[in-house]
C-alpha cells in the first residue's frame, strides 16, 4: 500500500472542486464507499470532522451513499464540550444530516479500569460509534484522521520503542469483523494544511478543543512542536513520512504471508465454544525459522488469542522468542491476560484471564510435576513482567502494569495496599513478580541504608511460615515491593519523578492505609 499517499508530494491542492476529486479519487482506489453503502461518520466538531463531514455530504449525491453522524461527548471540559455537541447538532440540521449523539463519563472510564484519560475516551467514543452503526443500519464508518495524523503515529511509535509493524502509521481501510464494520478514513491523502485551508474557501468555521494544546500530552506535543521542526528541515516532511510508513506496510503485508506459510506446519490451536483460548507452537520447527518471521509469527499469533493487537509491542515478541531457548516451565506475562511459557518441546500461549477453570488435565499434571521440582530444588516460582502488560498468577491474582506522566501531584499516588506507583526511570533491569531467594533486601531509608529482606519480615512479625509465599516486585536482588506490605525508599515517587511505573494486583486483598 505504499503508493497510497504519494498524491500529498504534489503539495496543498486549491480550490473546493479539486479537493472533492481528491478525496473521491482516494475512496474508489481503496472501495471505501460502494453504491448504496450506509456511512456513520464521526464529528466532533472540529476542523477534521467537520470537513470530512462536508465532503462526504458533496459526494454522496453523486456516489449514492446514506449519511450518518455521529457525536461523543465525553463529559471532560464541561461547557466547552456541551458546546461542541451543539454545534455538531446545528451543523448537521443545516447539511440535512440524521445525527446520533452519547454523553460519557471518560474521566471514570479512566479512573475504574486504570486507563489514561485518552485511552479511556478512545474507548468510549469507538463504543459510542459502534453502537450507532448497529442502531441506523450503517456498514461503514468513516473517521477524520488525515497525513499529519499518521506521520504522528510513526513518530510516537518510534519514540517509545517499536518494531516494523509499529512504522506503518494509519492504514486506509481496517475491517471490523466482529463488528459487522469496514473503518475507512478518506482524509489520509491529504496533510492538516490542506483541511484548514479547504474549510477557509467555503466559509466553514469549526470548534477548537482546548486540550489540544496541552503539549504534557506526547501526541500533542509530537504535533506541535516535532513535527513542526520537522517541516523546516523539509517542508514534504509529513508527506515523505506517510508514504515511507505505505512502503512499510507493503513490507510487513510481505512478511505475514511469508511468516504464516513457513511456520504454519508447527501451529496447533486449541478452542473452546469456537473461541481461540491455547496456541502451541513447535519449539524447534519455530527456531528453523529466520527471526524476523518469528516476530511477525508470534505478533499474528497474540492477536488472533487475544482478539487485538493493538496493546502488542515489539517487547512483548521479543519476551516470547526468548521461551524458545529457555528451560521448561519458564513463562512471560503478556498483555490480555495471556501468559506463554515452556511446555517441553513446545511453547503455549495461553489466554488465562476468565479461563482459569478450563485448564485440560494434561496442564494440571504438568503444574503438578514442575510444582514438585520446584520443591525438591527449593527454586522460587519467577514471572517477568512486561511493561506494559498483564499477568495472570497460579494463585489467581490478576497483574496489570502501566507506565504514566507524573504531572508533580502528590495527591494522586494510591494509597492502597494493592495498587502502588513507582519511579520508572530508577528502573534499570528486568521486573519480576516471584517469592524470595537468597540475597533479597530491600532500602528502608530515604537517605540510603538496605536491609535484609529476612531481616525485614522478622521484624515486621510475619510469620516464618509464611514468608516463603509472600509475592515479592523485584528487580535482581532489590525489592521493590514486598506486596501487601511497603515499598523500598530506593523507588519511591519523588519531585524529580517524570514517569510513573504503576502496578496493581487485581483480587488482592485491598485496604486503604
Not at 434 to 447: H, I, K, N, S
Request: glycine share 6%.
Amino acid at each position: 500500500m505504499g503508493r497510497r499517499y504519494r498524491q500529498l508530494e504534489s503539495g496543498a491542492i486549491d480550490g473546493r472542486k479539486k479537493m472533492q476529486k481528491k478525496i473521491q479519487i482516494f475512496i474508489r482506489q481503496y472501495h471505501m464507499i460502494e453504491e448504496n453503502d450506509h456511512v456513520a461518520v464521526g464529528v466532533s466538531g472540529g476542523a477534521d470532522s467537520v470537513c470530512l463531514l462536508h465532503l462526504l455530504c458533496e459526494l454522496r449525491k453523486c456516489m449514492h451513499f446514506r449519511l450518518t453522524a455521529v457525536h461523543v461527548e465525553h463529559g471532560i471540559r464541561g461547557a466547552e464540550s456541551l458546546a461542541d455537541a451543539a454545534f455538531v447538532r446545528q451543523l448537521c440540521a443545516d447539511w440535512n444530516v440524521p445525527l446520533h449523539t452519547f454523553s460519557v463519563d471518560a474521566l471514570h472510564q479512566a479512573k475504574t479500569q486504570h486507563q489514561s484519560l485518552e485511552e479511556a475516551a478512545r474507548e468510549l467514543r469507538y463504543r459510542c460509534f459502534y453502537e450507532a452503526c448497529r442502531k441506523c443500519g450503517a456498514n461503514r464508518l468513516a473517521v477524520a484522521h488525515h497525513g499529519d495524523d499518521c506521520a504522528e503515529t510513526v513518530l510516537f511509535h518510534l519514540s517509545r520503542g517499536t518494531g516494523l509493524r509499529g512504522l506503518c502509521g494509519i492504514v486506509p481501510v481496517r475491517e471490523l469483523p466482529e463488528q459487522k464494520l469496514t473503518l475507512i478514513r478518506p482524509l489520509l491523502c491529504v496533510t492538516k494544511a490542506e483541511i484548514e485551508a479547504y474549510l477557509e474557501q467555503i466559509g466553514q468555521k469549526y470548534r477548537t478543543d482546548s486540550t489540544n494544546a496541552d503539549v504534557t500530552m506526547s501526541r500533542n506535543r509530537i504535533r506541535s512542536q516535532v513535527l513542526p521542526q520537522l517541516c523546516e528541515v523539509n517542508t514534504a516532511a509529513v508527506p515523505h513520512i506517510v508514504r515511507t510508513a505505505g512502503y512499510l506496510e507493503e513490507i510487513c503485508e510481505y512478511l505475514d504471508e511469508a511468516a504464516w506459510d513457513a511456520g504454519s506446519a508447527y501451529i496447533t490451536y486449541e478452542r473452546e465454544k469456537n473461541k481461540i483460548v491455547k496456541i502451541r507452537l513447535q519449539r524447534q520447527g519455530i527456531l528453523a525459522m529466520p527471526t524476523v518471521l518469528q516476530k511477525n509469527l508470534i505478533h499474528r499469533l497474540l492477536g488472533e488469542l487475544a482478539g487485538s493487537k493493538k496493546d502488542l509491542t515489539a517487547a512483548h515478541m521479543e519476551s516470547v522468542q526468548t521461551l524458545f531457548t529457555a528451560q521448561v516451565g519458564k513463562s512471560v506475562c503478556l498483555p490480555y491476560g495471556i501468559r506463554a511459557y515452556v511446555d517441553y518441546e513446545q511453547i503455549v500461549l495461553q489466554k488465562e484471564f476468565g479461563q482459569k477453570k478450563q485448564t485440560d488435565q494434561t496442564d494440571r499434571n504438568n503444574r503438578k510435576k514442575q510444582s514438585a521440582k520446584n520443591k525438591a530444588e527449593k527454586k522460587t516460582r519467577e514471572h517477568e513482567l512486561v511493561i506494559p502488560g498483564e499477568c495472570i498468577l497460579e494463585s489467581g491474582e490478576h497483574i496489570t502494569t502501566k507506565i504514566l506522566e507524573f504531572d508533580g501531584n502528590f495527591q494522586q499516588i494510591p494509597e492502597k495496599t494493592c495498587t502502588k506507583w513507582f519511579d520508572y526511570d530508577k528502573i534499570k533491569d528486568t521486573v519480576q513478580i516471584r517469592t524470595r531467594r537468597p540475597g533479597d533486601y530491600l532500602q528502608v531509608q530515604a537517605a540510603g541504608g538496605h536491609k535484609k529482606l529476612k531481616d525485614y519480615l522478622i521484624n515486621s512479625k510475619i510469620p516464618k511460615e509464611e514468608r516463603d509465599q509472600l509475592l515479592l516486585l523485584a528487580e535482581g536482588s532489590h525489592i521493590l515491593w514486598v506486596i501487601g506490605q511497603r515499598i523500598s525508599e530506593a523507588y519511591k515517587v519523588t519531585q524529580k519523578t517524570k514517569h510513573i511505573f504503576e502496578v496493581c494486583i487485581h483480587g488482592g486483598k485491598e485496604k486503604n492505609e
